[in-house]
Each structure stands twice: as C-alpha cells, then as structure tokens.
C-alpha cells in the first residue's frame, strides 16, 4: 500500500462516524494526527508566484524554496525534497 493509498483509507476512517467513547474518541484523534504526519510524505507538485523572477513555492504552507548555487559560469535551481519550513515532501516533476 503506498503512502497516498493509506492515507485515503485514513481519511475515510476519520471521516466516517465513530460510536461515542473514549476509544472512539482517541481513535480520531490519532487518526487526525496520523493523517497530518502522512499528508506531508506524499509528494506535491510546488507552485510558483509570479514575481520578477520565477520563484518556486511550498503548495503547503507558500514559503518561497528557490535557492540557487553556482555552477561554472551558471546558476543551479536546488531541488530540496522536503520543504525546510513545513517538512512537505516536494514533486519537482514538472519543473525544468
């Protein structure tokens, strides 16, 4: 089962209604934090604002991840795999 796979069973299960008790209870609230933690290991595809320049953005939390390092005579866009702010794992698939 994959991360995104499990996370839908999660979701479901949070959103699904849960007999009145302490268990139940705990139960969603495990569930909600479980479901928080593994929204951030699937991948997203970051977003870009328009600005002067192209910069690339976090689709989580909207913090700005460009940085570039110099390569020779040229600039380099790194590519973290996490977000450094929020920890959202990052999809650069379509990015160049």
Same mark, same amino acid.
């Given at each position: 089962m994959s991360d995104a796979e499990a996370l839908k069973v999660i979701s479901n299960l949070y959103h699904s209604p849960i007999e009145d008790s302490n268990k139940g209870e705990e %139960?969603?609230? /495990? %569930? !909600?934090? /479980?479901?928080y933690a593994l929204e951030k290991q699937v991948p997203k595809r970051v977003t870009h604002e328009a600005t002067l320049i192209k910069s690339c953005t976090c689709p989580s939390c909207g913090n700005v991840i460009d940085k570039f390092e110099? %390569?020779?005579d040229s600039k380099v866009r790194v590519q973290y795999e996490h977000c450094h702010?929020? !920890?959202?794992k990052l999809d650069w698939s379509d990015e160049k």
């Open positions: %139960l969603v609230i /495990a %569930l !909600g934090r /479980a479901m110099k %390569l020779g702010f929020c !920890g959202q």
